[in-house]
């Protein structure tokens, strides 16, 4: 079956870090760019950080310096490394295929992981 | 700061017709970039609806279509239907600091 599963979601501190797991499974993952979007609680879609298959990364400002996404082709798995983690990074985290590179869609989700940040 | 700026609400009665706007700019839509749309019931992850502007995955009902023109795309659904009750984003590529990546801001679709 062609899925995703994310993992590494719990509570965490305000400043702590965090790490974040999404294993593939069903297709080549070696194949396709990779990404994190994330939602708050009753908040929309935020794009947090791409892959491509030769490691190239992306960031929007919001997350820039404090997060850090990797892959390990090998294990079929992605990941995302959280510092400085602030209350606004509060939100379920789901990883993302993209469709095809350059496309800059995604076909593929998994069902996500909670990231709680609070004291 | 780029935004995709979508109605936060519309509705409709079953069998009635729908749509949701994106607006875009000149970094995005307007610049060329494909507009995509995804569906998220309540409680699940996204899916994707529409790619390309205009193009359904497998599967996805010829209810659901898509169109762009100028720095704006709309999402048409026709037959309106219990099930289609859900939130709806649209997303583009964005040439601006805010991309490359950029979401709407999600439109929830009540069917009344």
Known sequence: ?119 | QSVLTQPPSVSGAPGQRVTISCTGSSSNIGAGYDIHWYQQLPGTAPKLLIYGNSNRPSGVPDRFSGSKSGTSASLAITGLQAEDEADYYCQSYDSSLSGPVLFGGGTKLTVL
Not at chain 1, 20 to 43: E, I, N, P
């Open chain 1, 1 to 119: 079956e062609v899925q995703l599963v994310e993992s590494g979601g719990g509570l965490v501190q305000p400043g702590g870090s965090l790490r974040l797991s999404c294993a593939a499974s069903g297709f080549t993952f070696s194949s396709y760019d990779m990404h994190w979007v994330r939602q708050a609680t009753g908040k929309g879609l935020e794009w947090v950080s791409g892959i491509g298959t030769a490691g190239d990364t992306y960031y929007p400002g919001s997350v820039k310096g404090r997060f850090t996404i990797s892959r390990e082709n090998a294990k079929n798995s992605l990941y995302l490394q959280m510092n400085s983690l602030r209350a606004g990074d509060t939100a379920v985290y789901y990883c993302a295929r993209e469709h095809s590179s350059p496309d800059w869609y995604f076909d593929l989700w998994g069902r996500g992981t909670l990231v709680t940040v609070s004291s």
